[in-house]
């Protein structure tokens, strides 16, 4: 069963530093990868998803890469302001196929960008 | 705007007692889903529907039940079988192959 880690799972850093959260997932035949965004008591917010035929995915200041064979993936985000300040959360389709079967969640990296 | 919607934002619920969240949607989406989030956890996947009619357990489906008579509408109920229901609830939809995944705001069911 695929299991997903995030790490770390919290951080906090200056206004304007670029930083990475990281992704793992124990079974590389993935069709996609995905990244959310949750703000505290909200659902959350698809920020980039990637193919499996893909090697990175770039959206604004956020750029996310995947790396199959090793099972990783990594989430660059660059000259962090504080409205970055949530959790983010990456997901892996929970079996074969896109994610209609639903989604694999790791369990977020909870992200303050202090002013 | 298109989106989903769920409702109430906050629940109570007393012992023994079924209370049904509401998740509707106004994409078009194919696929809805449900998730249950605890602190500190990843969210876990409840139920899926494919199609209307049809319905899938994920893998906390003990203690809720779940109908897709509607596109639109995936009702989650949490019966008194489910033991220990406080949690926020999240209901989401895709287009088919599990694209474009869209979520609603959420429910936070509490026993009192």
């Known amino acids: 069963k695929q299991e997903v880690t995030q790490i770390p799972a919290a951080l906090s850093v200056p206004e304007g530093e670029n930083l990475v959260l990281n992704c793992s997932f124990t079974d590389s035949a993935i069709y996609n990868l995905q990244w959310f965004r949750q703000d505290p008591g909200k659902g959350l917010t698809s920020l980039l998803l990637?193919?499996?035929?893909?090697r990175e995915q770039t959206s604004g200041r956020l750029n996310a890469s995947l790396d199959k064979s090793s099972g990783r993936s990594t989430l660059y985000i660059a000259a962090s302001q504080p409205g970055d300040s949530a959790t983010y959360l990456c997901a892996v389709p929970m079996y074969s196929g896109g994610g209609a079967d639903g989604l694999t969640f790791g369990k977020g990296t909870h992200l303050i960008i202090q002013p | 705007d298109g989106g989903i919607t769920q409702s109430p934002k906050y629940l109570f619920r007393k012992e023994g007692q079924n209370v049904t969240l509401s998740c509707e949607q106004n994409l078009n989406h194919d696929a809805m889903y449900w998730y249950r989030q605890d602190p500190g956890q990843g969210l876990r996947l409840i139920y899926y529907s494919q199609i209307v009619n049809d319905f899938q357990k994920g893998d906390i489906a003990e203690g809720y039940s779940v109908s897709r008579e509607k596109k639109e509408s995936f009702p989650l109920t949490v019966t008194s079988a489910q033991k220990n229901p406080t949690a926020f609830y999240l209901c989401?939809?895709?287009?088919?192959?599990?694209?474009?995944?869209?979520f609603g705001s959420g429910t936070r069911l509490t026993v009192v």
């Open positions: 990637i193919q499996s035929s893909q």
């Open positions: 989401a939809s895709s287009i088919k192959g599990g694209y474009g995944y869209t």
